[in-house]
């Protein structure tokens, strides 16, 4: 027979255990979850009041975290968009300051930052960033059909990793090639502040995309949550730039969607105005993790405003363009300064 002092010992140390045990869950690093749109300008989402467009999955991540309505590229083309969130550095620094380009073959990125602080960081998807020798990533899956997100190896994946990690799932859409049939007509197109009298014959094709990808992050979604990785994951969703001004230097072509859910660190349904950057993410994953940010990373680490703090990060905001390595795009060379 057990006495019942036998019992309250055992009971206690069963309570403590369980204590414990959610202490290491409550200081266990967070993992990264990142999925990143192309070409999609940041009006064209229901989040941010295009009332016509399908996005129901970015829609819903808004309601359940933090929405950004001041987030900026530095230069509003595939590549040295990539090359700013994966380096915190701006693209002339980093060195891809024009399409296609590669970075500095010295260059640090989020992979070796992070690795060394035990994490798999992992790319599915479209890539656009080069050298091999500097992207290293722990894992690779490239897209389906040079188009599609490998849907199955994100499952596969998330289904067996037993260490932190960084996932960036970066997707090939809405960007072009946009299809000649699609559900959407002229009139169920919206006009946003900077568009002309004519809706651009491209815009059907355009919607039809965002709603496929909307398909593909919402299957994203659903597997993060069938392996119980939605509370301890920092999920994030952008867009590279925006479609309307690719190349240059205007608004719709800097500024991106940026929302962040952090269950149990951001408060959701919550909206930032503070003025932040692709070079900030690297910087912020960084003191997340408890992290050394090097000297060298131009970015801030916005890990404050997650957390409620609206006080200012940034300054301003500096952006560029050149001839990009496009035929027959913009010829002259454009910089830009934004602030407040």
């Not at 932040?276 to 993410?281: A, E, I, R, T």
């Amino acid at each position: 027979m057990i006495s019942n002092n036998f019992k309250s010992l055992i009971l206690f140390t069963l309570f403590s255990s369980v204590f414990i045990l959610k202490g290491q869950e409550s200081i266990s690093p967070p993992n990264f979850i990142f999925y990143l749109a192309d070409d999609q300008d940041q009006l064209d989402y229901g989040a941010y009041g295009n009332p016509k467009v399908h996005t129901p999955a970015v829609d819903q991540l808004a309601k359940e975290g933090m929405k950004f309505t001041n987030f900026y590229t530095s230069q509003s083309i595939c590549a040295p968009s990539r090359s700013q969130l994966f380096t915190g550095m701006y693209p002339v620094k980093n060195g891809c300051m024009a399409n296609h380009l590669p970075v500095k073959k010295d260059i640090k990125t989020v992979i070796d930052q992070l690795v060394a602080e035990g994490y798999e960081v992992v790319l599915a998807g479209k890539s656009h960033v080069k050298p091999n020798s500097v992207f290293k990533w722990t894992k690779y899956f490239g897209s389906i059909d040079h188009r599609y997100l490998p849907l199955d190896a994100i499952n596969s994946y998330l289904a067996k990793v037993k260490k932190p990690f960084c996932l960036f799932i970066t997707s090939d859409f809405p960007h072009g090639p946009y299809p000649k049939n699609s559900d959407y007509t002229k009139n169920d197109i919206y006009k946003l502040p900077y568009n002309g009298r004519n809706v651009p014959n491209y815009k059907l094709g355009y919607y039809q995309n965002i709603e496929d990808d909307n398909t593909q992050l919402e299957a994203v979604l659903e597997m993060v949550d069938s392996h119980n990785l939605r509370d301890n994951s920092v999920f994030i969703y952008a867009s590279d730039h925006g479609i309307s001004g690719k190349w240059g230097v205007s608004e719709q072509g800097l500024k991106i969607p940026f929302i962040v859910r952090w269950p149990g660190v951001v408060k959701p349904g919550t909206t930032s105005q503070i003025l932040l950057g692709l070079v900030d993410v690297l910087p912020t994953f960084l003191e997340i993790t408890s992290s050394k940010i090097d000297k060298n990373i131009d970015g801030k680490s916005f890990y404050k405003t997650l957390q409620g703090d609206e006080s200012a990060v940034n300054d301003y905001i500096f952006s560029l363009a050149t001839r990009q390595n496009i035929q027959a795009c913009k010829v002259f060379p454009t910089r830009a300064v934004r602030g407040k």
